[in-house]
């Protein structure tokens, strides 16, 4: 008995150094490397790019609005970063897709890295969904990543050292979000993408990494799109996206995904109650189900009136927000360039990052 426990052990062991040293040999640095960044512009895409640029990484941005491109793009030259190639692109549209992927590769002589990290977000009750807010969502979400891994293949395939790709999520992709729906949904979707991509891509020696944070303070509310009572689900929405204590701030959470990128990790969740949310939704399920149809009970209610129409978060003003409940999330709308479209106008549905 005691030799088996040692033959065992010593295989365990053997096992364990094995893995650690094929971790270790998946590492990577990022100086010189090119690195290309959807919804690139604010929120928690912009404040990737500010990693990978710090390290020396060739950064292209990819986002709708000219001007908040070129904000960006002053942002991190302000920071003396070595290459920022800011493209106007919308990943709903293929060849623009295509485009800027090739642009990309053929300014930096080389395409290392793909961050698909473009959003939007409705919210509201179900019954203020359409049918064409499920499609925008999955556009963005789901088919955007797809058009921008596959046109980007072909540099990732010659990239020294394995070419890597992070697809931003959510824990919304794991555990869906009441008045949240065609977010989540899509934000599954992309989990399962995500998952076969890494499956398929690996004998390229391409690595795919699953980010499912959970909040962020990003400020992303003035580009959220809210329905039914807006000024309410406006107001639920930036005081949680500015909680203390439940979110992280979107330089952490960058960092933190800048370093699972470089260790060619499989899933991060970002912070811990994320990742334990997920695990008690894939333990207790039942129990996660009441809590989250508890939740939906604690949410703004359907107001028939309303219709289908959307306001955006610069319209949802209200006493709640902003105010002193969300000065952290308004501190971080100012910080990572999402008041830059904004302000002196409605804000239109954007493909930039999205908060959780």
Known sequence: MASW??????????????????????????????VLITGGSRGLGLAI???????????????????????????????????????????RDRIQVRTAVREAAERF???????????????????????RDFEEALEVHLYGPLEVVMAALPWLREAPGGGRVVNISSLGGKLAVPHMLPYSASKHALVGLSDGLRAELRKYGILVTTVCP??????????????????????WFAVAAGLPLLTISAERAAARIVEACRRGQ????VTVPSRLSALMNELFPGLMAELTVLTDRLLPAWAPEAGTRSWSGQESHSEWAPSWA?????????????????????????AGSAAG
């Not at 001007?67 to 991190?76: G, I, K, P, W």
């Not at 002589?109 to 049918?131: F, K, S, W």
């Not at 499989?266 to 969740?269: A, P």
Request: glycine share 10%; charged share 25%.
């Open 214 to 235: 959970g909040l962020m303070r990003t400020g992303s509310a003035p580009h959220a799109r809210f329905k039914g009572r807006h000024r309410a689900e406006h107001a």
């Open 266 to 269: 499989t899933s991060h969740y």
């Open 109 to 131: 002589g080389r395409l290392d890295v793909v961050v698909n990290d473009a959003g939007v977000i409705q919210v509201g009750p179900l019954e203020h969904m359409e049918r």
């Open 326 to 350: 969300t000065w952290l999330s308004d501190a971080a709308a100012r910080r990572h360039n999402e008041l830059t479209s904004v302000e002196g106008r409605p804000s239109a549905a954007s």
């Open 49 to 91: 790019a500010r990693r990978f640029a710090a390290e020396g990484a060739q950064v292209a941005l990819l986002a709708r609005e000219g001007a908040e491109l070129t904000a960006a793009r002053r942002d991190l030259e302000g920071r003396r970063a070595p290459s920022v190639l800011p493209i106007v692109c919308d990943v």
């Open 5 to 34: 426990r040692g033959w065992a052990a010593a295989g365990a062991a053997a096992a364990a150094g094995a893995w650690a040293v094929a971790r270790a040999r998946r590492r990577i640095d990022f100086a010189g490397r090119g």
